[in-house]
């Protein structure tokens, strides 16, 4: 493994002096002064970070940039993330200003091309995969705000910089992010907001929810302080952790269905799961025997998974980003067969709402009010609501389904305590397990495409969805089944252990231009978060 790292660093080393050659000979032929002056200055930089450490603000981004694309190369590039840039070449940054020798203004137009950059890059293994990965972009999430390890705010004039430039370019990538504390300037959540006003597609991760996550899931909380989003919205430390943040999805609407039918799948009548163990004469019978599909599921899951682990680690390690992560050096052992400090491997559950909403029906329509026996809700949903039941159309029943029984995204506690049932269920099940390396297993409750990938392969389910119809997307409500606003939304998704939710979760709001006002944006953040 060491002779590895030497091999791929000698590479690397040659990689970025090529940049240096190249640039030394575009400078020859360039007829235009100020260009001729620049191209000589990029290949001193490549010169100088080819081996050795950075001195300057320049070089430092320059070799951060490097190191992205050598990891993307050896890897592959999905989700390979920036990181906390605004704290990992502040000080950079801050000395070259103590010495004027550089401005902000050139600070922000490196920025910018950093961002274009990032937009070239394209993974066109993706192009196959683009109705659950959302497409070839890379995801390269960079972060800036949050705290440092004593907890104190963390936000310096180069995050403002990074999002000012965010805010003009709106560039595809990188996928930016801001972590929020109580401390968190109001400045910072202000231009935050009018960011996102005026078009830019930018997170808000919560500071006081993800630290103790992470500090109960076993980082130190100095580390956990530490943390940067990975892709989406997956919490991991930059140079600690080996996350495996997007390894494996769950749908829970399919266990469900599974649960209803004994077992069997209702497109392909094929028995996937496991039959139920007694009649599902009540909601608690229902509820146990969904359980117990559940964890069949993950079981299945992490078997699975273990193999793929293994053969990663056989056939694709990755001495580079190894050399990158604390202890995998100390250790002697690549990243992909447990060198890093902490490891994980996670699973994602999909269709929260969709499961929530429809356990919802049946614990009312069958259970409570008893107007359709399971028998008949079974029926009526495995024709996609055709046909006629009882004098009644089924779709006539689907609206029934959709309006007279309280939805997700409502502040309607009836419900709600059913999603939190749910995504408690889900999250202590996952976190019983092991990966392949020995790491800890842990949940997220986020979808990118994948609620719409298995959306195609779930039938019609009892909140009204129909057959092949996307699944509900992260931990927001079912589109359309929300109607109180954004703080019910959100008060519905208050009511979830988030601490549990350790990977993890997301909602999307989406507001017109016109309705953010930016004096309402910061409370509803604010309150939601604290």
Request: charged content about 25%; hydrophobic content about 35%; glycine content about 8%.
């Amino acid at each position: 493994f060491l002779e590895s790292v030497i091999i791929v660093l000698d590479g690397s080393k040659e990689f970025i002096q090529r940049f240096s050659i190249l640039a030394t000979e575009l400078a020859e032929k360039e007829g235009n002064r100020n260009r001729k002056k620049e191209l000589y200055e990029i290949a001193e930089i490549c010169s100088n970070i080819s081996g050795n450490p950075p001195s300057s603000f320049k070089e430092a981004f320059q070799l951060l940039y490097f190191t992205h694309v050598i990891a993307g190369l050896e890897d592959g590039g999905f989700a390979i993330s920036i990181g906390r840039i605004d704290q990992d070449i502040y000080s950079f940054y801050a000395e070259d200003k103590k010495k004027e020798a550089i401005t902000d203004e050139e600070v922000q137009f490196l920025i910018e091309c950093f961002y274009l950059k990032l937009t070239t890059l394209w993974n066109y293994v993706l192009h196959k995969g683009i109705i659950a990965a959302e497409g070839p972009p890379l995801t390269a999430n960079l972060t800036i705000g949050g705290v440092d390890e004593k907890g104190n705010d963390a936000t310096n004039q180069l995050s403002y910089l990074f999002l000012d430039s965010y805010k003009k370019l709106k560039t595809v990538q990188p996928t930016f992010s801001v972590r929020v504390h109580d401390k968190s300037p109001d400045d910072l959540l202000v231009k935050t907001g009018e960011a996102i006003k005026s078009g830019a597609s930018i997170a808000l991760f919560n500071d006081i929810v993800m630290i103790p996550g992470l500090d109960n899931l076993g980082y130190t909380i100095e580390d956990a302080r530490g943390y940067a989003p990975i892709g989406c919205v997956e919490p991991t430390h930059t140079y600690k952790s080996f996350g495996c943040t997007n390894a494996t999805q769950l749908n829970i609407v399919k266990c469900l269905e599974l649960t209803l039918n004994n077992g069997t799948d209702m497109f392909t009548r094929r028995a996937y799961g496991i039959e139920n163990t007694k009649k599902l004469s009540s909601y608690q019978d229902l509820w146990d025997e969904f359980s117990n599909q559940l964890s069949f599921f993950v079981k299945n899951l992490v078997e699975t998974m273990s193999f793929l682990e293994k053969a990663i680690a056989e056939l694709n390690p990755q001495p580079f980003l190894s050399a990158t992560i604390d202890d995998c050096i100390e250790r002697g052992c690549d990243i992909t067969s447990g060198g890093a400090k902490y490891d994980f491997t996670t699973t994602q559950l999909i269709g929260l709402s969709t499961v929530a909403d429809s356990l919802a029906v049946i614990k009312k329509m069958v259970y409570e009010e008893k107007l359709f026996s399971l028998e008949e809700l079974i029926k009526i949903v495995s024709k996609n609501y055709r046909g006629t039941y009882n004098g009644k159309k089924g779709e006539e029943i689907r609206q029934i389904f959709i309006n007279k029984v309280p939805k997700f995204g409502n502040d309607n506690d009836y419900v709600d305590t059913i999603a939190h049932d749910v995504a408690d269920l889900f999250c202590k099940e996952i976190l019983k397990h092991k990966n392949y390396r020995g790491g800890k297993y842990h949940p997220g409750i986020y979808s990118t495409a994948f609620h719409m990938a298995f959306g195609v392969f779930t039938a019609a389910s009892a909140d009204g969805r129909k057959s092949r119809e996307p699944l509900s997307n992260g931990v927001g409500p079912t589109n359309g089944r929300d109607k109180n606003g954004p703080t019910a939304i959100l008060n519905s998704i208050m009511k979830l252990d988030n601490e549990l939710i350790t990977n993890g979760n997301s909602v999307i709001l989406a507001f017109h231009p016109n309705t953010l006002k930016i004096e309402l944006f910061l409370p509803l953040i604010r309150t939601y978060f604290e």
